[in-house]
């Protein structure tokens, strides 16, 4: 089963101008979505193709599913490239250049690659292990501590409250 999740708009419309229904025939193989949770659902892929936003390139790695990258402007393209030098993801080539062909190549491409999906795999085991807002906000009282002088506020105090 292929899945295309259409999230922004679908290029072809429908005899009826509705852009959610394709004027296309779908085969009985393929499975077409407006929208899903990525955390619900890049787990359960086997790779991602996606712009390389930043939220899209984290939902991918704390998933541990390889990336067929596609970045359309600003720091998609450094994102991009950061996830194939991690080896998660196929070369990156932007959107507008992309084929129909060039899709098919890299998802075999992530398909056939054991080293590419181990390695996805062990990315997320390491996101995983991160301490998220916690460490964010050590770091943030850290910051504090230096600027004003004050003691780093226990994980119970707030920063208001250590100024008072």
Not at 120 to 145: H, M, T
């Amino acid at each position: 089963m292929w899945l295309i999740g259409v999230r922004w708009h679908s290029p072809q419309t429908s005899e009826s101008g509705d852009a959610s229904t394709p004027s296309i025939e779908i085969p009985p193989s393929l499975l077409i979505i407006k929208s899903a949770p990525h955390d619900w659902l890049f787990p359960r892929v086997s790779a991602v193709v996606h712009h390389c936003g930043i939220g899209t390139c984290a939902a991918a790695m704390r998933a541990g599913t390889p990336s067929i990258p596609a970045p359309v402007l600003l720091d998609q393209f450094s994102n991009a490239e950061r996830l194939f030098a991690l080896g998660i993801a196929t070369k990156p080539e932007p959107f507008h250049k992309r084929t129909w062909q060039s899709f098919a190549n890299d998802i075999k491409s992530c398909l056939s690659d054991a080293a590419m999906r181990e390695r996805a795999r062990s990315i997320a085991d390491d996101v995983a292990a991160e301490p998220g807002v916690e460490g964010a906000k050590a770091v943030v009282y850290q910051v504090y501590s230096r600027v004003t002088g004050h003691a780093v506020p226990t994980t119970s105090t707030s920063i208001s409250s250590a100024d008072e």
